[in-house]
């Protein structure tokens, strides 16, 4: 199962400068994983130590804000798109 992972350019040093990736999981979970596994480091960087997303993340499978379907355990299929998007502050 292929599911496509927009890369921000903040996390590009651990994907070779991808900005995209093709990687696998049946959720947000495995996907992790399967990030983690191609991309060594990057997992530290999308999760904190008990396996959250970070604070400072938004996730969106497909444009829908994983905060409001089923979090890490969200269903992910063949040809999903996955967005890592930083939080924006400032004033």
């Known amino acids: ?46 999760c904190d130590e008990t396996g959250k ?3 400072f993340l938004n996730l969106y499978v497909n444009s829908e804000d994983i905060r409001f379907l089923q979090h890490t355990e969200t269903p992910l299929k063949d040809g999903d798109e996955v967005s890592i998007v930083p939080a924006v502050a400032g004033g």
């Open 53 to 55: 997303p970070r604070r």
């Open 1 to 46: 199962m292929a599911v496509t992972v927009l890369v921000p350019t903040a996390l590009q040093k651990f994907t070779n400068n991808q900005a995209t990736l093709e990687c696998s999981g049946s959720n947000i979970s495995e996907l992790f994983d399967s990030l983690e596994e191609a991309c060594p480091g990057i997992k530290s960087r999308l």
